[in-house]
T-cell receptor
Framework: ETGVTQTPRHLVMGMTNKKSLKCEQH?????MYWYKQSAKKPLELMFVYSLEERVENNSVPSRFSPECPNSSHLFLHLHTLQPEDSALYLC?????????????FGPGTRLLVL | GENVEQHPSTLSVQEGDSAVIKCTYSDSASNYFPWYKQELGKGPQLIIDIRSNVGEKKDQRIAVTLNKTAKHFSLHITETQPEDSAVYFC???????????FGTGTRLLVSP
C-alpha cells in the first residue's frame, strides 16, 4: 500500500447524476493531485493542490470540480458528465511541490459514464 | 509544452532476458525523469528516477540512463521475472515545479 486511498474503486453513473470521488493520504504530504488515465493515452494532470490551495487547473471542463478541505483529503465532484469522461481517475500526493518530489498514487476509481 | 514519447508500446520477453524501454522528451529545461510501474488494479508506483546531473542510476536489476544532449532516457531491466510484467511509464518535469508529463506506457510481458 502506498498510503493513498481512494473511494469508491468503481463507479457507474448516468450523464445527469452527481457523484463525488474521495482521496485520502496518510503520509503527511502537503500536495495532492488528480489525474485522468484513459486507454492508450498518457496520464493527464487535472488539478494540483498545495497546502489546500489550487495551484494548477489543466484546462479541465467545469463539470469536474475539485475540493481540498485539508491537506489529507481531496475530492472530485462530478456532474453532467459525458461518456468520454469514462476513465480511471487517480489521486496522488507528494511531500511538496519541489523538484523531484516523488508522487505516490492511489489505486484509482474506475468511472463509467452511461 | 513538454511532450514525452515512449517506445515500444508492448514488449514480450522470456524470463531471464533483459528488457529496454526508451523515452524521448522535447523540453530541454526538463531535469527530473521518474519511471513508474503500474500493475493491474493498482496505481502507478515509482521504481526509479534520475536527475539531469546524473547520466546513469542503478538499483539492483533496474537501471536508468539519461542522454541530455539527445533528450532521451531509457529503463533497463535485467534478469526479468514474471512479476516484472506490468505497464511501465516514463515521465519528465521541469525544475521548480512538480508537473509530470507522462509517456503513453509500455506493456511488458515476461513469459516463464
Amino acid at each position: 500500500e502506498t498510503g493513498v486511498t481512494q473511494t469508491p474503486r468503481h463507479l457507474v453513473m448516468g450523464m445527469t447524476n452527481k457523484k463525488s470521488l474521495k482521496c485520502e493520504q496518510h503520509l503527511g504530504h502537503n500536495a495532492m493531485y488528480w489525474y485522468k488515465q484513459s486507454a492508450k493515452k498518457p496520464l493527464e494532470l487535472m488539478f494540483v493542490y498545495s497546502l489546500e490551495e489550487r495551484v494548477e487547473n489543466n484546462s479541465v471542463p467545469s463539470r469536474f470540480s475539485p475540493e481540498c478541505p485539508n491537506s489529507s483529503h481531496l475530492f472530485l465532484h462530478l456532474h453532467t458528465l459525458q461518456p468520454e469522461d469514462s476513465a480511471l481517475y487517480l489521486c496522488a500526493s507528494s511531500q511538496g511541490q519541489g523538484e523531484g518530489e516523488t508522487q505516490y498514487f492511489g489505486p484509482g476509481t474506475r468511472l463509467l459514464v452511461l | 509544452g513538454e511532450n514525452v514519447e515512449q517506445h515500444p508500446s508492448t514488449l514480450s520477453v522470456q524470463e531471464g532476458d533483459s528488457a529496454v524501454i526508451k523515452c524521448t522528451y522535447s523540453d530541454s529545461a526538463s531535469n527530473y525523469f521518474p519511471w513508474y510501474k503500474q500493475e493491474l488494479g493498482k496505481g502507478p508506483q515509482l521504481i526509479i528516477d534520475i536527475r539531469s546531473n546524473v547520466g546513469e542510476k542503478k538499483d539492483q536489476r533496474i537501471a536508468v540512463t539519461l542522454n541530455k544532449t539527445a533528450k532521451h532516457f531509457s529503463l533497463h531491466i535485467t534478469e526479468t521475472q514474471p512479476e516484472d510484467s506490468a505497464v511501465y511509464f516514463c515521465a519528465a518535469s521541469k525544475a521548480g515545479f512538480q508537473k509530470l508529463v507522462f509517456g503513453t506506457g509500455t506493456r511488458l510481458l515476461v513469459s516463464p
